[in-house]
């Protein structure tokens, strides 16, 4: 008996429970750990083998038949066809079977502390806990996402149990990291043997790791994705800026420095997500590898342009549960699609000439690896590539090929021994070696028992065994039949040459009955042992092979055809273009045409559209190849423009964590696939002026958008357009209704209308301070990025839209303003506006207010319709807004309702919101009016577009028609028939025995100014625990109240 | 001492915002009989009548035709050629003069009661008609309304009122008319729409399991107040279910709320079990059940057409086509429109519905005869015709889009009531200061 057989009976007497003949190897071979004492006498063993007639594929490139691979304790000491074996080598004959390099899991947190989940009582609203910065002792940063100091190596510890998941699929390498907040510090590369800590470490100072999510941090900023951002980038100068100045010590920007020049890996989600870690990239310089939610086949070409590498997740989703067609409602179209589509995404990548690593980390379950690693391959994942990603390329990501990855002579002895092709449904993997330590996942040289049996012995008449599954994990099952057939499944253990089973019939007899036999002879193969009857009865039993078992319907065996899929769509969702429009020249023919120029409203007139621009407005035109629309009986307006809106942003509109937040910018945060840009097409609207929220005095910077649906948020942001800033007033900067404080100290700066006053005399003074401070020559005052942005204004290069509703406050701003220096250029909601009109007037700042609403708060008591109306009489450039996805669509009638309230003539009410708006925002050389040489954002209406019955037949933006109600009348259809053949799919898929998953569809969050997202952004997880806090800290006050 | 400052500040608060203005008061009752002539009538039914008269005395309407009225005695004679004269729009499930401020003044919100079984309590006594809200709603054409309450799982009954009353006794036009129900919902989507983290060792129950447990509650709830309306006299009295008896003998209706077309499914069979005269309130898909909801007669308020669909892959109008889909299926509907001081807008949620397929008349209708039908006023309002209360309003255009709206004069039953309101004041006032002429 060989040595290694040796070794495996010591285990199997070690171990109690032995399912499946994992075998530990605990032992030490040559340790060399010098610094350690050692109890007893020292135990190194030369560690020396020689693995022979295998087929070795040692890398992707290069597969060596019946070759030799040599191992010296932890080192490949040769590998190739005709090695000598030297003397003093454990031979293990590799005969019909192959060896590839051990596998790399690119990103793991195995080793990691669990962290701590973030408490709830800080969040939430009534009694918010002010978290303003760091808690944590010592001389770090001042805010706890940003922990760059944070070291893998000086909390990893190997854990036994965990890294016996990851050695069953193949690996012995994986990248192990601090799961946690913005900066994440640095992660490890180990090996995964069952050592010692000091013997496994491969790379101490891998990677510096990077995210959106600010993770267990107390501190409440930042409490938006937005905030997450502007953080980062304020870190990155912030760190520039520690190089160069001597007054602060402080850990955390330090060590922020420090890791610069190591690979830099930054956790993102979507393709939107990692185009806004690649902005960051680019600002500053940097190169990431992005670790991915696996959806970059949805936009793959802005994937390959970023440059970057990945690590992709291979963690497909399971099919829905369908069966009910009320409850397949709830599944979005693009889970069903990505459903599909997912298993394609290394396959793109890899057709794209991405580079990229493949990781099982977001597995729900391990086993799933390989079942989803063959799905990817029979969606278009080549062999070679899927062993590159899961070797050689995260070898080299991580700094370890020089030890790793490859089976070459001088690399570290972490291999795999297998039955096969590794990437073939039927492969099993027998023996993992980390490090030249043998880890046994399957035993190999062992009679497979997989089979029919027949049973035979006294209470066994009828009966047969199966077993199948595979020979690491037997399924096994008993069938009786005649009078008393039935069939149930059991349980079998095997250790070595013993088998154990037990199952129960359930009825005849009721209980558990226990078979322990032997293999007693191997080919055929025959069981023989003693059975013990619930009764306690014993008998003989002998089970003789009958034949070969039907394969067990087990999904991971069957990996999800590739039979023909759905095409990508853009947007990745409900609407979405299979092509992106593009623009025509149009003529619409005899319509009436609200100019808003002083032609005023032209009846029987032609607008014809060239280049995305207005070509001409007139009668009778004419144009070669353009094409021709009837407008006969319609009417033709400019797009709408709507001043105040917060669709398109994702992860909160509100950092309103701090009541300064003008570093913060809506533009960090488009969200070019949210549904209501297509809705509000539909509608009529063509730009949107994106805001950030009203929960702080000075909120974040706001981004106007164009409405074209289906291209990505760079693509859709108005170009060359100014640059404008939310600020707000009154009781959302005050906290006011957001429930009673727990404790008057702790709340957020300011609580009432005088103490917002000396927050902006407050920020402005200091920007002027710092604007002179950094004008200095040779000034080494830090660069501030939330100052920047007050300076911007003050320089007249970066405009106010200011959330505003009593007079007193407003008046209140304008004298700042005035003594401050700086100019308001827009106040939005303002809804007493008719109070003090004759003073906006005097400062030339417009109005951007609701058509009529009221009521809804305090500071709204006197909110008026005809505020619209005195405004625009008294000379304001005045317009109406929405601040909401729904009245979005419809801001021509509330345009009209300027007609109900006022008697304002159509003419002028169309213009609050086109032309008026675009005013606003600085816009109107390009957009709000039909006027050759403008933007061709043209609105064909059903009726007058003031009117409640006018329905936006066509709507083009530069041009192109993003919408157009009888396109959309076939996308309907095209939309159903696809949901209903993917649905069969599906069925099938779970018929043929996939797990699925109840369809849980999370609705779109729709923003108005008032949305704090704070806590379900930072632990998305935590919704529903956060939703019950909030209502209990409701009842809790409420009841208070009573 | 903070206490008596707190109160005072709140005595102060209501002094300037609960109380409608001191110079709009209740009209007289009806004199002298009223004729207008020359109007396009618009009888709420579907019916329009060109050039046509409508006359009413002492409250009644007491003719409606074409052509020229007939001679009345003493009568007061209102010229209306080209305008056109509607029933009053009636606003159902409302919370109109029962929240005056929603966010920020608790003292003025009164719709919501703590509990979840409240059928006991009234709304009616709760409605303030010195509102500020209510002239501004009025002033559009909407003349009658449903003070509803809300919250818990059987909110509390309603009445019907009219909008121009000294106090909430004038107001009553038909007392407790019906109970409301929050059906349990099950619905993804909703508080509990991501899945909660499992705690190790507890089951976890589906959302469907614990809507189910619910729906069990209140089964078990409705069989005992059931039994309890057989009995003469009870030996206890129990004011819930004293409340519920008329929800077994035919006088109250239960409004159930439910948008899921299941949980649509599943009140209608509930409601029939119990032999239950049902409403249902919402009805979101309400279109996916119209054969379930015709067959029962039971009808749906829409709650409002200006909304977004739920789901991205709807149909962007969807909301918007709701009414056309039940109006092809065969389904009795009105509409609400949300809220109290938004109500001003329910002649436009109409409105809304006649681009994606319903015509004006029945648009019209849906605020008025199926909104009368659905409350069960339809003998005394909703349209008009002979014998029916005076409640309507002359506008110059078109009431159903805002820029055809202007009511000039408004009638409950039959009496003139004044059309001011606080925005009109404040519009003055402020047009004043800057010397415009409007």
Redesign the interface.
């Known amino acids: 008996m060989s040595l290694i057989n040796k070794f495996r009976i010591k285990s199997i007497h070690m171990k109690k429970t032995i399912l499946f003949c994992f075998l530990f190897f605990a032992l030490k071979i040559c340790d060399a750990q010098e610094t350690f004492p050692v109890n007893g006498a020292w135990d190194i063993r030369p560690g020396q083998y020689a693995f022979t007639n295998g087929t070795i594929v040692s890398s992707a490139d290069q597969t060596i038949n019946g070759g030799t691979l040599l191992v010296k304790d932890r080192i490949i000491e040769a590998v190739g066809k005709d090695i000598p074996i030297p003397k003093g080598y454990t031979v293990v004959n590799l005969q019909g079977k192959f060896i590839y390099p051990g596998l790399i899991d690119a990103y793991s947190t195995y080793g990691m502390p669990e962290q701590p989940r973030q408490a709830f009582g800080a969040g939430g609203f009534g009694g918010r806990t002010i978290v303003p910065v760091s808690t944590k002792p010592g001389a770090y940063g001042w805010n706890e996402s940003i922990k760059p100091e944070m070291n893998a190596k000086t909390v990893f510890h190997g854990d036994a149990v965990k890294s016996e998941d990851l050695k069953k699929n193949g690996f012995s390498t994986v990248q192990s990291l601090i799961h946690d907040g913005i900066a994440r510090g640095t992660s490890v590369v180990v090996s995964l043997g069952d050592e010692r800590d000091n013997l496994v470490m491969l790379n101490d100072q891998a990677a510096a790791h990077y995210s959106f999510n600010k993770g267990t941090a107390a501190t409440n900023y930042p409490s938006s994705l937005m905030g997450s951002i502007a953080l980062l980038r304020q870190t990155y100068y912030d760190a520039q800026w520690y190089k160069t100045q001597k007054g602060e010590y402080n850990i955390s920007l330090d060590e922020f420095n420090r890791t610069q020049n190591l690979p830099q890996i930054f956790e993102v989600t979507d393709p939107q997500s990692i185009l806004r870690a690649d902005k960051i990239a680019k600002e500053f310089g940097r190169h990431y590898i992005y670790k991915t939610d696996g959806q970059e086949y949805q936009r793959i070409a802005a994937i390959k342009a970023t440059g970057s590498e990945f690590i992709i997740p291979i963690n497909f989703p399971e099919p829905y549960d369908v069966e009910d067609p009320m409850d397949a409602r709830s599944i979005k179209y693009e889970q069903l699609k990505n459903w599909e589509l997912a298993p394609t995404n290394p396959g793109a990548l890899e057709k794209a000439g991405v580079k990229f690593a493949i990781t099982s980390f977001g597995l729900t379950n391990a086993r799933d690896f390989w079942t989803n690693i063959r799905s990817a391959i029979t969606s278009g994942l080549s062999e070679k590539q899927a062993l590159n990603s899961l070797t050689t390329i995260p070898a080299e990501m991580l700094g370890v090929a020089d030890k790793v990855g490859t089976l070459t002579k001088g690399k570290l002895a972490s291999f795999i021994i297998t039955s096969g092709d590794l990437f073939k449904p039927d492969n099993i993997i027998y023996e993992n070696w980390t490090e030249g330590r043998q880890y046994v996942v399957s035993k190999m040289n062992v009679a497979d028992l997989r089979g029919n049996y027949l049973i035979n012995g006294t209470g066994f008449a009828n009966t047969s065994l199966i077993i199948n599954g595979t020979p690491g994990a037997y399924e096994v099952s008993i069938k009786r039949s005649g009078v008393d057939s039935t069939r149930t499944r059991g349980t079998i253990t095997r250790a070595g040459d013993r088998v154990s089973i037990y199952f129960d019939y359930k009825k005849n007899p009721e209980g558990i009955i226990r078979l322990s036999g032997y293999i007693a002879s191997v080919s055929p193969v025959t069981l023989k042992g003693d059975a013990v009857f619930p009764d306690g009865s014993l008998s003989k039993w002998t089970a003789t092979f009958t034949g070969a078992a039907p394969p067990s319907r087990s999904p991971q065996d069957s990996p999800k055809p590739n039979a023909s899929v759905g095409p990508v769509i853009y947007p990745f969702t409900a609407f979405g273009n299979t092509e992106i429009p593009k623009s025509e020249t149009v003529l619409l023919k005899n319509g009436t045409v609200w100019t808003n120029e002083k032609d005023g409203i032209l009846k029987n007139t032609d607008v014809l559209i060239e280049n995305g621009k207005i070509k001409a407005v007139g009668k009778n035109l004419s144009s070669a190849g353009a094409k021709v629309i009837d407008a006969t009986g319609k009417h033709i307006s400019a797009g709408i423009v709507d001043e105040h809106s917060h669709i398109a942003a994702t992860g909160g509109i509100n950092e309103g964590t701090q009541s300064v937040t003008s570093e913060v910018r809506i533009a960090d945060v488009i969200d070019a696939e949210d549904i209501n840009l297509y809705r509000q097409l539909a509608g009529g609207v063509t730009t949107s002026h994106i805001l950030h929220g009203s929960a702080n005095a000075i909120g974040g910077q706001t981004q106007l958008i164009k409405h074209r649906w289906g291209m990505l948020p760079e693509e859709i942001k108005f170009a060359g357009s100014d640059g404008f800033i939310k600020f707000a007033l009154g009781e959302n900067v005050k906290g006011s209704n957001n429930g009673a404080p727990a404790n008057n100290a702790a709340l957020r700066f300011p609580q009432t209308r005088m103490g917002v006053e000396e927050v902006y005399i407050d920020a402005f003074t200091r920007a002027k301070e710092y604007k002179a401070a950094r004008a200095v020559k040779g000034s080494t005052t830090r660069r501030d990025l939330e100052l920047d942005a007050l300076v911007e204004i003050l320089d007249n290069k970066r405009f106010i839209t200011c959330h505003s509703y009593v007079q007193s406050e407003i008046n209140m701003l304008m004298h700042v303003a005035d003594s401050m220096g700086f100019r308001i250029n827009t106040f939005t909601h303002i809804l007493e506006g008719y109070k003090v009109a004759d003073k906006m007037k005097a400062h030339n700042i417009a109005g951007s207010t609701f058509s009529d609403w009221w009521a809804y708060k305090s500071e709204v008591a006197e909110a008026i319709p005809y505020n619209g109306k005195l405004m625009h009489e008294v000379g304001l450039v005045t317009g109406f807004n929405s601040d909401d996805a729904e009245m979005a669509r419809r801001l021509n009638q509330e345009a009209g309702k300027a007609v109900t309230y006022g008697h304002m003539s159509e003419e002028d009410a169309l213009k609050l919101v086109t032309l008026n708006p675009a005013k606003m925002m600085h816009v109107d050389n390009r957009i709000g009016s039909i006027k050759p040489g403008k933007d061709a954002d043209i609105v064909l209406w059903s009726a007058d577009p003031l009117s409640v019955y006018a329905v936006a037949e066509k709507t083009f933006v530069d041009g192109v028609l993003y919408w157009d109600i009888e396109k959309d009348a076939e996308k309907q259809k095209a939309l159903a028939a696809d949901e209903g053949r993917i649905i069969q799919k599906m069925l099938e898929a779970k018929s043929k025995g996939a797990a699925t998953q109840r369809p849980t569809a999370t609705r779109r969050r729709l923003y108005e100014c008032e949305s704090v997202e704070e806590d379900n952004f930072v632990v998305a997880d935590d919704y529903t625990e956060m939703e019950r806090a909030k209502e209990a800290a409701r009842q809790a006050r409420d009841r208070n109240e009573q | 001492m903070k206490k008596t400052i707190l109160s005072l500040g709140g005595l102060l608060?209501g002094i300037?915002?609960s109380y409608g203005q001191a110079n709009i008061s209740p009209a007289k009752p009806q004199a002298k009989p009223v004729v207008i002539t020359g109007a396009t009538i618009h009888v709420g039914n579907g019916q329009v009548i060109n050039n046509g008269y409508i006359t009413f005395v002492k409250g009644k309407i007491t003719g409606v035709g074409e052509g020229a009225a007939p001679n009345v005695a003493d009568a007061d004679v209102i010229d209306a050629t080209g305008k056109q004269v509607y029933p009053g729009f009636i606003a159902p499930m409302t919370t109109l003069g029962l929240v005056?401020?929603?966010?920020?003044?608790?003292g003025t919100v009164d719709d919501t009661e703590?509990g979840d079984l409240n059928p006991h309590v009234r709304s009616l006594v709760a409605y303030n008609t010195d509102s500020k809200?209510i002239p501004t709603v009025r002033s559009n054409g909407i003349l009658l309304a449903q003070p509803t309450p809300n919250g818990g799982v059987i909110s509390g009954e309603s009445s019907v009122v009219q909008l121009d009353a000294w106090n909430w006794e004038d107001a009553a036009y038909k007392k407790d008319i019906a109970i409301h129900l929050n059906w349990p919902t099950a619905?993804?989507?909703g508080?509990?729409?991501?899945?909660?983290?499992p705690v190790p060792g507890v089951v976890q129950e589906?959302p469907a399991q614990r809507a189910q447990k619910k729906v069990d509650e209140i089964t078990s709830l409705f069989e005992q107040a059931k039994s309890y309306a057989e009995i003469t006299k009870p030996s206890v009295t129990n004011i819930r279910f004293e409340a519920m008896k008329g929800l077994f003998n035919g006088t109250k209706k239960l409004f159930i709320i439910a948008d899921?077309?299941?949980e649509i499914g599943q009140a209608v069979t509930f409601s029939k079990r119990f032999g239950i005269s049902a409403v249902i309130v919402g009805g979101k898909e309400s279109y996916?059940v119209t054969d379930l909801l015709r067959e029962n007669n039971v009808p749906v308020i829409i709650r409002e057409t200006?909304?977004?669909?739920?789901?991205?892959?709807d149909?962007?109008?969807l909301p918007y086509k709701l009414p056309k889909l039940l109006q092809d299926g065969g389904v009795l509907y009105g509409l609400t429109g949300t809220g109290?001081?938004r109500q001003?807008?329910l002649p436009?949620e109409a409105?809304?519905a006649?681009?994606?397929g319903l015509t004006k008349e029945q648009a019209l209708s849906m605020i008025t005869m199926n909104n009368a039908k659905i409350l069960g006023i339809d003998k005394t309002t909703g349209t008009l015709e002979t014998g029916k209360d005076a409640n309507l309003f002359i506008s110059k255009g078109d009431a159903?889009?805002?820029?055809g709206?202007?009511v000039e004069t408004a009638f409950i039953q039959g009496r003139n009531i004044n059309l001011d309101n606080?925005?009109?004041q404040?519009?003055k006032k402020?047009?004043d200061k800057?010397g415009?002429k409007?």
């Open positions: 608060l300037s915002f005056e401020v929603e966010e920020g003044a608790r703590t809200v619905a993804v989507g508080r509990e729409r991501r899945g909660a983290v589906t899921n077309a299941k996916l200006q909304a977004l669909p739920d789901r991205d892959e149909d962007v109008y109290f001081w001003r807008n436009f409105g809304q006649v681009g994606y159903l889009d805002m820029i709206l202007d606080l925005h009109k404040l519009y402020f047009s800057y415009l409007l």
